[in-house]
């Protein structure tokens, strides 16, 4: 048995080294999004080991465990800024619905109790469009339906709450994409002050050529953001979709980084929204965000139930920053 937890521990140790090299190869990046996983693994392992007085092999469990749990923490403790006092909470989701899905009903359904402000649904072909447009309560005010898996649909509450006010929706493209994919976009008035959204899918990076587009349009996507922050009448910027990233990804950087973006699922735990089959599991990962610049804070953020997408939605309320 030791020599299966030491094997066990080695390989989980490796594989978190090799996360982080993600940049060099799309399936080396694969092994850095199942840090919760090793970090289980390698807390088992240690104390295995520990117990049975295998002090090296303990130690390097341990050090596989602090990497991490160093790049874990922020999901479970760290937090967020507090509201402005009497701030209207702006609440968010972003669901990938899955084109192939037909339990429509059920999905509108469920949207039409959100009580969302703001909806970014993902992977809509025209019969997913002609759905959402009978959501209670809520109208479809831009979309793109495709034939694939990169249509995209708005859906904002009808009539709109007091304090928060769609001004205008519009769709941007990578200008150098052959893909065309669409990205919505949106500015929001809250309380007064305005607020751009913005709602993407990214190809998924499987395979040397979807990889690499990934990782462009997370970059160009890091841009988009920047340029609107850098507007002088736009105070925030909110990137929210199905990113077909984790945290950990290589291509992460490119787009938080860039903008200045606060991940909501800090302090907030793992989260985890794809594939629907493993999430029960604990074997899921967080790749649908929703992402805010430091002028917002993050009050709530949940997960949605499974409602026949191979993904959960993302309800997140969000308010100013007091500070």
Do not use: C
């Amino acid at each position: 048995m030791d020599r299966l937890v030491t094997a066990g521990a080695t390989l989980a140790v490796l594989a978190s080294i090799a996360g982080f090299l993600g940049r060099f190869h799309w399936a080396i990046d694969l092994l850095g999004h199942q840090r919760r996983f090793y970090a289980v693994a390698l807390l088992l392992a240690a104390v295995w080991l520990l117990v049975r007085r295998r002090w090296t092999w303990s130690a390097v469990a341990g050090l596989g465990l602090a990497i991490n749990a160093w790049l874990l923490w922020p999901m479970y403790l760290g937090g967020h800024a507090e509201p402005v006092e009497g701030a209207t909470t702006l609440r968010v989701v972003t669901f990938n619905v899955n084109t192939d899905n037909t339990n429509h009903a059920a999905v509108v359904d469920w949207l039409g109790q959100t009580d969302a402000d703001v909806i970014a649904v993902l992977e809509v072909d025209r019969l997913w469009v002609e759905s959402l447009k009978t959501t209670p309560g809520y109208r479809v005010p831009r979309s793109e339906p495709r034939s694939d898996n990169f249509g995209v649909a708005m859906l904002v509450r009808d009539p709109m709450p007091a304090g928060v006010q769609l001004m205008e929706s519009t769709m941007h493209y990578h200008p150098d994409d052959r893909y065309r994919l669409p990205t919505l976009g949106a500015t929001i008035r809250l309380n007064g002050r305005d607020l751009s959204l913005i709602a993407a899918h990214p190809l998924p990076p499987m395979g040397g050529t979807y990889a690499e587009w990934h990782s462009k349009t997370m970059r160009w996507l890091g841009e988009l953001a920047a340029e609107q922050t850098g507007k002088p009448e736009i105070e925030a910027v909110v990137v929210a979709g199905d990113l077909n990233a984790t945290p950990f990804s290589h291509a992460w950087p490119s787009l938080v980084d860039k903008a200045g973006l606060i991940n909501s699922q800090r302090g907030h735990g793992w989260g985890a929204t794809w594939p629907d089959h493993v999430v029960p599991f604990g074997l899921g990962i967080p790749i649908d965000h929703v992402l805010h610049s430091a002028s917002l804070t993050t009050l709530d953020r949940q997960v949605g139930p499974s409602l026949g997408s191979d993904h959960h939605a993302v309800i997140v309320d969000l308010a100013w920053s007091a500070e």
